[in-house]
């Protein structure tokens, strides 16, 4: 009848797609762009190293504005805090919601013994609380306050890792990906850069410490993708972040 020449119609225009489980990963994709992404950075180091210059710049936004500026003195007696600063952020139609994690007073006592406590306890709070959320009965609107990366700002002025540094990345880096950056890089020579960052991937190696592994491309990637993705992992994992003002 009428209704076989409508549905005969609309197959002969490819107005009916194929619904089935091959279309699962472009539901999914299609599902999680609409929902928006939740996003958890870490950055720590000691002041002056520039994260929240670095952090301003890469995302485009004031994320420090309303904070308050210590002398040496205040800095020295500051214990380590943990702060939050969470912006939306949309490109493309692509909703991000960034959760920057700051903490202060990290590295600046004169006595800097476990000072890096305060921040594996607060990791761990989030993989606690994350878990105790899947396991209720409503998992749908749930908070993931789990940190998924942390930059760690190695100072450029010494001659490798200081205690503190290869501490701090052992403590960590079973928990949260772990990407160290040498901070304003742009005070050394090309030269020294190359010295200073192959010591402190050596003193990586050596520590046993495991920072963050760029994923291997897939084989089915065109060449000029894997020839830049053999041109990051050169790098070896070591970032760089510059004095811009």
Not at 59 to 77: G, M, P, Q, V
Not at 134 to 154: A, M, P, Q, T
């Amino acid at each position: 009848g009428d209704g076989n020449k409508e549905y005969s119609s609309r197959l002969q225009t490819g107005f009916l797609q194929y619904v089935g489980f091959a279309t699962l990963p472009n539901q999914v994709h299609r599902k999680s762009v609409k929902k928006g992404f939740d996003f958890t950075l870490m950055v720590a180091g000691e002041s002056g190293l520039g994260k929240s210059t670095l952090v301003n710049s890469l995302f485009l936004t004031d994320l420090y504005k309303d904070r308050k500026l210590l002398n040496a003195e205040e800095r020295i007696s500051q214990t380590v805090e943990i702060t939050k600063h969470t912006v939306d952020i949309e490109e493309k139609g692509v909703k991000l919601k960034l959760t920057i994690v700051d903490t202060p007073g990290f590295g600046d006592a004169v006595n800097n013994n476990e000072c890096w406590k305060p921040i594996t306890d607060y990791i761990d709070q989030q993989f606690e609380q994350y878990f105790r959320d899947e396991s209720g009965l409503n998992r749908k609107n749930i908070l993931d306050n789990r940190v998924h990366c942390c930059l760690y700002f190695i100072p450029p002025f010494g001659h490798g890792l200081r205690p503190v540094d290869v501490e701090f990345m052992k403590a960590l880096h079973e928990k949260v990906n772990i990407i160290p950056l040498i901070a304003k890089a742009d005070c050394l020579t090309p030269n020294e850069i190359k010295k200073f960052k192959d010591r402190v991937r050596d003193e990586i190696e050596k520590f046993g410490i495991k920072v963050y592994q760029f994923p291997e491309c897939d084989s089915d990637e065109d060449e000029e993708f894997k020839q830049l993705d053999k041109q990051l992992k050169k790098k070896k994992r070591i970032a760089f972040s510059f004095n811009i003002g």
